[in-house]
């Protein structure tokens, strides 16, 4: 069952970070250390699986390799870049009775200001591009038949997808969702197109 959080006080991240004392988004990386573990991780995972074949000729020391890069990569946008980033987390609770909640939070109000225009762009980008990187290599592996690097590739696709997907209904917030989202989308732009050969003919 997924749920959003139905809490519409501010999200308190981190108690050190509510001191706001300039509202204005700056391009200054606030924290820099963030920003590239952010990357890191990530990218050292594409590297290493596009160039495992120079690096090693064990399989196995490249699969453990990506996977542990992967994981370090999940953990650290999951609990640490997304906070620190743009204010978003994301979470799963079990409940008393067993039933599986998700929970996803982003920061309101004066506190959303913490973040840089220039982190949200790293952020983003980093998170969007990988996975579609991923997408690419579970391709490129079914097609050239290297089935023994299938396994690898489905494990950064959904490690990689489920932060994106986390962090998406977290900046989509409770008001919508996912589907309705596109939707409209879609919708605003087929009225566009209709609108503009009304107005050519």
């Given at each position: ?15 050190a970070e509510e ?34 074949e120079v690096l ?46 998700w929970v996803f ?97």
């Amino acid at each position: 069952m997924m749920r959003l959080d139905s809490n519409d006080d501010d999200v308190s991240l981190f108690d050190a970070e509510e001191n706001t004392g300039s509202k204005s988004k700056s391009t200054k990386i606030k924290h820099p250390v963030a920003s590239f573990f952010h990357l890191f991780f990530r990218v050292a995972a594409v590297l290493v699986y596009l160039l495992c074949e120079v690096l090693s000729s064990s399989f196995i020391a490249c699969m453990v390799t990506i996977i542990l890069l992967l994981s370090c990569d999940f953990w650290t946008v999951k609990n640490i870049t997304g906070r620190l980033m743009v204010g978003l987390r994301w979470w799963n609770q079990v409940d008393d009775d067993g039933k599986s909640h998700w929970v996803f939070e982003s920061r309101k109000g004066p506190a959303k200001q913490l973040g840089s225009d220039s982190e949200s762009r790293i952020f983003w980008l980093g998170l969007v591009v990988c996975p579609v990187l991923w997408v690419i290599f579970v391709f490129s592996a079914l097609f050239s038949f290297k089935i023994k690097w299938l396994a690898v590739v489905i494990m950064g696709l959904v490690l990689q997808g489920a932060n994106l997907y986390g962090y998406v209904r977290c900046k989509v917030g409770n008001k919508t969702n996912l589907k309705n989202m596109a939707t409209n989308y879609f919708g605003r732009q087929f009225l566009k197109q209709a609108m503009a050969k009304e107005e050519e003919s």
